[in-house]
């Protein structure tokens, strides 16, 4: 028998895990072609289901929108617990290879269980076929599976089975007898061996449709003709043929009618033509009636208007038809051909892997930024859809202003902050007034906590894609890498340069130590002869690899982004303000410029601006220079003059992600926005992907499965029963796990240490030790109760000699001038550095700094923990809108100072809030602030820039934990204000300072 014409090749593609094709076993259930058994009656009505769903986009994208979210599945292989009811996941070897053997022509198991779904919700029915493949010197080889539709597969009385290809008959071919096919039908509910689906039942308004898009487009054409112009016969431009007689008004009626009839046609067959600007002429009598003409008709109209009625009826349609498909009406009139969710196809987004593409470049599978509007998080997703269509003459909204620009459709839905409240909401482009800001920054919530990379090979990262130079030279392997900077003009930035160098690779060394013969990474500190100012940082061979290693383009000094994603939020910050020191300008709005020639090496610096929570605007300068814009702002407010309305033709289109949001870039300005499938969430899920999944994982179980390992693994029929194939979601719903709630329970007390770290993803093996635990006891104790040190950190570094002679020096401060009693503040010397070496006894210290500077800490940590509590109110206010209005009512009413205390924990907890969603991003700001203070204060005292950045930088993040940790105990109690006069204790600033004094320069 002749094989189908797309079979035309005998070549096994080369593919691993099938099975070589032999005699199947009687009792194996499997069908072939010589036993199919043609169907009683023809089903007619599936050609139409297949051709409404072509030609009705709405139709063909919620039914792709289904299988698509179930290509990303996995079918998990599961056997039975004996005994029991339950099934667990299998490694048996037999039912993996039979399961890896369960692939198509082209693609992954995804593509089954796509062409599966999709002919199950059109049809109600397709054949599994099984067919055989030859290897090169035409032996079996395996089988190709795939499913088919009962329009390609045609089983005929008699047991003829043919193959149909598109296009007709020609070509049409026998299936093999040794063929195996099996059929997947959805029961009718009367005659069970009939296929029946919502498809078929949604047929007439289908139908409907179809004719209400065509009225629409004949009435769209009619409107293509500019007219008729009215003109008197007494009015002549002179006649067009000189023998005939314009101002007789019998001449020429046939020829007009002519005439108009391909004024009126001609713009519908060429939509150039120029009947379509120009009306036609037409002459008459200057008087009608004593009346003049032109104030009776002037220009006529021939177009017939597209009222509001026929755009109604199809909405109805559409209602009706999403009802019948059992689709939320949203998921389908929100992706109309004329009622899009969408943006203009100028517009980028952030992926993780390639930064900034066009909707072209973007696959689904792609992890782009998304934000969580409900916490203001930002984090990566992934990208579960995509939707696009070419649109012209589209209504659109255009919003542009200084740090914004986007072109959206009216009803493109955005996360907006609304009100003095800062009140997060969802609304549309058409709904935005000037009580909306349009979020253009947020802090991440998935930013290492854990450095992968040293802080001094950040800076040094940093001062070379800025200031340095990377020469590939002929003939060498590694290249010439230098850093210059100017000793005369620059000098703390070249003593940061020789800081960070110095710690990453030790002093500086002999020109030529480090080279080939001695292979350690080294450099060497030169003035440049031609401008004794300039300070050359050169590094050798081995330390050049080092540092070039980070760049994805070294030649350009463009770093790798996976460089910047693997920063921690510390790390992320020092990369940021050694660029601009490096060669950047901060203006006094605090805002960030830095320019390029190359707009490539602005990408890195970029990221790392919106990993650290900051808006970014990248915009051509005179010069052919590209300039990076980055702000602290992370709203847009909007007033009516900044939105308008304006018209589109191209493609509209947007990506579909769990947080229903991304991170756009329109004109080089970043904003978040929300995405097109906002309804495909959990219960999307559970309503519609899960019950279809269930069926066709069933069906290959009877079908597949078990009929394949009795024929080609010699199982027992008998004992195939106890294996099947489920149905595993993860892939699509991981990102919506329950390690934030098992993080905000372990938090509140609620959860367990085992259960946070089960639902993280992590074992019993990554639990602390009890001897670890206690460790981390007494450190948390020694921050809250600093005077406990003498007690607490002999026992923590018992073989520290450095730490018993700085516990010998335990001082106490002295008051602060004007009564308030400041706690004492210890001289605690760290541990020795790293190098092994021992401190210098006189090396500054924080606990050495001004009383004056700590009073101000203290001041500004209790105005921001104020502040802090007071965001805190409004985000738990704004989260408890969904879920209980009343409390959040009786909760705006109060002082939002005292909003968490009459909350209390229960509430909190309901509302998914825990002390990282409460506080994110409420001390960063105090951050910056007491590190710059606190670095200034150690220069002072004399110490090295880069030891007092590192040391003050500690300092403040602890400061910000310890704000954290006092903040949420407000769920439980009012915080009192202590004897110094705040709430903020004098031994939570000591804390912090203990905590800079013991990290290691």
């Known amino acids: 028998m002749a094989r189908p014409p797309m079979r035309s090749t005998a070549v096994a593609p080369d593919r691993r895990g099938q099975f070589v094709m032999r005699t199947p076993a009687a009792e194996s259930g499997l069908t072939t072609v010589d036993e199919i058994e043609a169907p009683v009656v023809k089903e007619n009505w599936q050609q139409d289901a297949y051709s409404f769903t072509e030609a009705i986009g709405e139709v063909g994208y919620v039914l792709n929108l289904k299988a698509n979210m179930l290509s990303r599945c996995r079918i998990r292989p599961e056997v039975r617990v004996p005994g029991t009811d339950e099934w667990v996941e299998t490694d048996d070897p037999r039912v993996l290879r039979v399961l890896d053997a369960f692939r198509p022509p082209e693609g992954e198991q995804g593509e089954l269980l796509r062409q599966g779904a999709l002919h199950y919700e059109i049809a109600g029915e397709a054949y599994l076929t099984g067919t055989p493949i030859v290897d090169e010197r035409n032996r079996p080889a395996g089988l190709l599976w795939e499913f088919l539709s009962t329009l390609e597969l045609k089983v005929e009385k008699g047991g003829r089975v043919t193959r149909n290809p598109w296009g007709g008959s020609q070509g049409k071919g026998e299936v093999e007898s040794d063929a195996y096919v099996a059929r997947l039908h959805h029961r009718d509910p009367r005659y069970s061996q009939r296929a029946d689906c919502p498809m078929r039942r949604v047929l007439p308004i289908c139908r409907e449709l179809v004719l209400l898009t065509q009225v629409i487009d004949a009435i769209a054409k009619s409107r293509l003709s500019a007219g008729l112009l009215y003109v008197p016969w007494e009015v002549s431009f002179g006649p067009d043929n000189e023998w005939e007689n314009p101002g007789n008004p019998e001449s020429g009626a046939d020829e007009f009618e002519e005439e108009l009839a391909r004024h009126i046609n001609s713009p519908i067959e060429d939509r150039t033509a120029a009947s379509s600007l120009v009306p036609l002429l037409m002459r008459g009598p200057a008087f009608i009636k004593d009346k003049p003409a032109k104030e009776l008709i002037g220009l006529i109209d021939l177009t017939r208007q597209l009222d509001g009625l026929y755009k109604e009826l199809r909405e109805e349609a559409l209602g009706r038809l999403a009802s019948g498909l059992d689709i939320n009406p949203e998921v389908m009139t929100g992706k109309a051909n004329l009622n899009h969710w969408c943006v203009s196809d100028d517009t980028e987004v952030l992926t993780r892997d390639r930064g900034w593409v066009l909707h072209g470049d973007l696959h689904i599978g792609d992890f782009i930024r998304t934000l969580n509007h409900s916490s203001g998080v930002a984090e990566w997703g992934p990208v579960l859809d995509i939707y696009r269509a070419d649109v012209a003459g589209e209504p659109m909204v255009l919003i542009e202003g200084a740090r914004h620009s986007s072109l959206t459709t009216p009803n493109h839905r955005w996360p907006s902050v609304r009100g003095r409240r800062g009140e997060r909401t969802w609304t549309t482009s058409e709904a935005l007034d000037g009580s909306d800001s349009l979020v253009v920054a947020a802090p991440s919530g998935d930013v290492p906590v854990e450095a992968k990379w040293s802080d001094a090979l950040v800076e040094v990262a940093a001062w070379l894609w800025t200031e340095g130079h990377v020469r590939f030279r002929p003939g060498r392997r590694s290249p010439q890498v230098t850093i210059w900077q100017s000793a005369k003009v620059n000098a703390d930035n070249v003593a940061r340069i020789r800081s960070a160098l110095t710690v990453l690779f030790g002093a500086s060394g002999p020109h030529g130590h480090g080279s080939a013969v001695n292979p350690v ?199 195939a029963k106890w294996f099947r194939f489920a149905l595993d979601v993860s892939p699509i719903t991981a990102e919506t796990d329950l390690s934030d709630n098992a993080t905000t329970g372990f938090q509140f007390e609620i959860v367990s240490g085992e259960a946070w770290v089960r639902h993280n993803g992590l074992d019993e093996a990554d639990m602390p030790s009890e001897e670890e635990r206690l460790r981390r006891t007494l450190e948390r104790l020694l921050y809250a109760q600093p005077t406990l040190g003498p007690a607490i950190l002999p026992v923590l570094y018992p073989e520290n000699d450095a730490l018993k002679k700085a516990l010998a020096e335990w001082e106490v401060g002295p008051s602060v001038p004007g009564g308030a009693q400041v706690s004492p503040f210890p001289a605690v010397t760290g541990p020795p550095p790293r190098s092994g070496g021992k401190p210098p006894s006189d090396v500054p210290r924080l606990a050495d700094i001004d009383r004056t500077t700590l009073q101000v800490v203290l001041a500004a940590a209790d105005r921001d923990l104020d502040r802090a509590l007071e965001r805190a109110a409004n985000r738990l206010i704004s989260r408890c809108n969904g879920i209980d209005r009343p409390a959040a009512e009786r909760l705006r009413s109060a002082r939002r100072v005292e909003v968490l205390t009459l909350a209390g924990p229960e509430l909190a907890m309901r509302a998914g809030l825990g002390r990282e969603e409460l506080f994110s991003g409420c001390w960063d700001d105090l951050s910056a602030r007491v590190a710059e203070w606190l670095r200034v204060a150690l220069e002072k005292l004399g110490a090295e820039p880069y030891a007092a950045d590192r040391r003050a930088q500690a300092a403040a993040a602890e400061l910000a934990q310890q704000l954290s940790l006092l903040a949420i105990t407000a769920l439980d109690r009012a915080i009192p204000v202590g004897p110094n006069g705040f709430k903020v204790p004098d031994e939570l600033v000591l804390s912090a300072l203990v905590a800079g004094d013991l990290q290691r320069s």
């Open 521 to 719: 990474p080294g450099w060497h500190e030169a003035i440049r002869p031609d401008r004794p100012e300039m300070v050359e940082f050169r590094l050798n061979s081995a330390a050049a690899d080092v540092v070039v290693g980070l760049f994805s383009d070294p030649a350009r000094k463009v770093l790798d982004l996976g460089f910047i994603r693997d920063l921690t939020a510390a790390q992320l910050a020092l990369f940021i303000d050694t660029s601009v020191r490096a060669d950047g300008t901060v203006l006094p709005s605090g805002t960030i410029q830095l320019a390029q020639a190359d707009a490539d090496r602005l990408a890195p610096l970029e990221l790392a601006a919106v990993l650290s929570g900051f808006s970014t605007n990248v915009y051509g300068i005179p010069g052919g220079m590209t300039m990076l814009s980055i702000s602290r702002k992370t709203l847009f407010p909007l007033t009516r003059k900044r939105v308008e309305e304006t018209v589109y033709t191209g493609t509209v289109w947007c990506p579909v992600t769990p947080n229903r949001t991304w991170l756009a870039r329109r004109n080089g300005k970043a904003f978040y926005t929300g995405n097109t499938g906002y309804n495909v969430d959990a219960d999307f899920i559970a309503k519609h992907i899960v019950p279809l999944g269930d069926v066709l994982v069933g069906f290959s179980t009877s079908a597949y499965l078990r009929p394949m390992l009795t024929i080609f693994e010699g199982m027992d029929p008998e004992e």
